[in-house]
């Protein structure tokens, strides 16, 4: 089964405006956590957010997660042009293992 | 900011080869992890490392891998007589605690082109 699901796969923004990228996951989940991507490059963690959690906030990002829709929402506000990157969310069911999702492509146009 | 590093970040390889792709973790964490993506598709766990052992494997992590703690410091993921499928990035990554409580430290990747 396909476990985290990104909608949509790319959003192109303008610099100032706000970025929602939505994650669906199909199992139950001990968390939730975003990553982002540079082209190429390696995954950083943004932010986790707790299966207990409802919302969570990390300077202009805000996650927010729905156990009972099996979602979640990962908005940056005030986007950047360094903002563009791919967006990950990852679920975390058993011990030791993510599951990642398919990925939002962001570009933030200056 | 502490950081996982990755050794080489671009290895090309002739198909049958063995690869040895190395990561350095973060030292005072306990989890190690790799995982891989081939160009365009998702992120894909394949392995996790504590005390020495596997903890849990994907179906991708089959006998032709196999990790190693050949220190204190180096975690390795080895590749045996590769194909060109597993051309791919392949991640390393650590974290403090089993769940992953503050999130996973992955490194830059490194680009293995098999061909």
């Known amino acids: 089964s396909q476990q985290g699901e990104e909608d949509p796969q790319a959003l192109s923004i303008q610099e100032g405006e706000n970025a929602t990228m939505n994650c669906s996951y199909k199992t139950s989940i001990n968390n939730l956590q975003w990553y982002r991507q540079n082209s190429g490059r390696g995954l950083v963690h943004l932010i986790l957010?707790?299966?207990?959690?409802r919302e969570k906030h990390s300077g202009r990002l805000r996650v927010t997660l729905d156990t009972s829709k099996k979602s979640s929402s990962l908005l940056i506000t005030a986007s950047r042009a360094a903002d563009t990157a791919s967006y990950f969310c990852?679920?975390?069911?058993?011990?030791?293992?993510?599951?990642f999702g398919t990925g939002t492509k962001l570009q933030v146009i200056p | 900011e502490p950081e996982v590093t990755q050794t080489p970040s671009h290895q090309v390889t002739q198909m049958g080869q063995e690869v040895i792709l190395r990561c350095v973790p973060i030292s005072n964490h306990l989890y190690f992890y790799w995982y891989r993506q081939i160009l365009g598709q998702k992120v894909e766990f394949l392995v996790s490392f504590y005390n020495n052992e596997i903890s849990e494997k994907s179906e991708i992590f089959d006998d032709q891998f196999s990790v190693e703690r050949p220190d204190g410091s180096n975690f390795t993921l080895k590749i045996r007589s590769t194909k060109l499928e597993d051309s791919a990035m392949y991640f390393c990554?650590?974290?403090?605690?089993?769940?992953?409580?503050?999130?996973?430290?992955f490194g830059s990747g490194t680009r293995l082109t098999v061909v």
């Open positions: 990852a679920t975390e069911r058993g011990y030791q293992k993510v599951t």
């Open positions: 957010i707790r299966s207990n959690e």
């Open positions: 990554a650590s974290s403090e605690g089993g769940r992953g409580e503050n999130g996973y430290t």
